[in-house]
């Protein structure tokens, strides 16, 4: 069978979110042989890069407390602009938990210079380089500034409505097809717990979300406690413990900490929050006492506004933990000329973005066939029985995200369409070795960390990265 190359299946391409994964989709339907009449990449902010462009007010924008509505969205201060809304969750001292030879997109390498665990600057610069690589044929156009505020599908074509951020000017534009390439650290969650709220509504600014965390030193002197022990808390705690009088850090379960900082006091879940004396109580009945900050270190839902308006495409499930409805967790079961990049929690976030844009880009042009409505229903819900649904749905850790991204690229070899077109990176047995060593080497490269930090804290100066 040969195919007909000159048009594609769809012509008009929309593409929402101009980070890590919105690149990717973009440069894998420009490598494509197919003609697109358009693709267009949306970012509302006023440079590509996405979560590792480091700009904002934080302190002009604050989480609801709790936040436990995923459509509820965050507080803007009276002298907030709608530019000040759009804020990345990095913060200033910030390292990746991945080795960059891991990171790296396909054909795009770090300098050879470079730091095992690559700093948010030379991340940037990463992304920029690979911008660069995005062939300027197929009508690749950028729009910066510009946020999209809801998609329709309307007699067989997407609706996608564009409101300028610095002017506020709306524009309507049509597609054919829509990616969504969004991110998903953008909509804090913060947990309901006794006594919170009062202590939000009568100690004012005492309570931040990691997305609003900046900088550690402001923090010099202060009894500071952090909820959560992932990545971010882990993170954010150890560099607060340079500076502040005392830190202690909340996890679920005291018998399972994976890295512990003794600088750190760990104490278990909170069970009540006590605004007038400054307290917390855990659920063993550990009292806290001159708490001065609270930050949360909790997570995010999945936030898609732009849908909200779109009744015919409920996406999203009630607690905002999981995005409904998705074959290989990509296609919409019903309607694949929406698809999604780069869902997926816990993996290497740059590899598995080209990987399910390369299977995307040749279903668009054409090159690629998925499956029927009703195979695509039962692959979801066999996937649904394996995995769960909820936030268990989309975590893809180790080996996992390995495995998926070597099937997708199976799903492109056997119809024997690797070429040409975007290949996503193939790990060799070298690289899947790092891969399962990341948890470890990353633990090497905290207590490296803490040990500077200890060093910091007795010459009394503030945070910064050691090399």
Sequence with gaps: MTLDLSTPRFKRIAIIGGGPSGLAAAKALALEPVKFTKIDVFERRDRLGGLWYHNGNKALVHPEVPSTDPGAGEILDKNATKTDEFFSAIYQFMETNIIYRL????????????LVYPHREQ???????YVKSIPKKNGVTFYLDSNVNSISKVNNAWQVQVENVGSDVVS???????????????NPFIPQVSGL???????????????????PNVFRNK????????????????????????????????SKLDFKNDLIEYIGLINEYDYRNRLVTTIDEKIVKDIDVIIFCTGYFYSMPFLKLNSNLNVLDEDGRQVKDLYKQIFNIDDPSISFV??????????IAESQSALIARYYSGR???PSAKERQIAYKEEIKKKGSGSSFHDFSYPLDVEYRQHLQELIDEKNIRDPGLVAPIWDASLIKDRSETKSCKSKRLHQVVEHVKRLRSEGKDFELPQ
Aim: charged share 20%; hydrophobic share 40%; proline share 3%.
């Design 342 to 351: 780069a869902l997926l929690k816990n993996v290497v976030p740059m590899p």
């Design 103 to 114: 990171m790296q997109y396909a054909n795009v390498s770090f300098s050879k210079d470079e």
């Design 223 to 254: 009894n500071v406690l952090v909820i959560g022990n992932a990545a971010s808390g882990v993170d954010i705690s150890t560099q607060i413990s340079t500076v502040a009088n005392k830190v202690y850090v909340s996890v679920r379960d005291l």
């Design 172 to 186: 309507q534009h049509e597609y054919d097809a829509v990616i969504v390439a969004n991110g998903h650290f953008n």
């Design 123 to 129: 991340v940037l610069e990463y992304i920029d380089k």
């Design 197 to 215: 709220a009062e202590w939000n509504e009568k100690l004012p600014n005492t309570i931040l979300h990691s997305k609003n965390f900046q900088t």
């Design 368 to 370: 690629y066939e998925l």
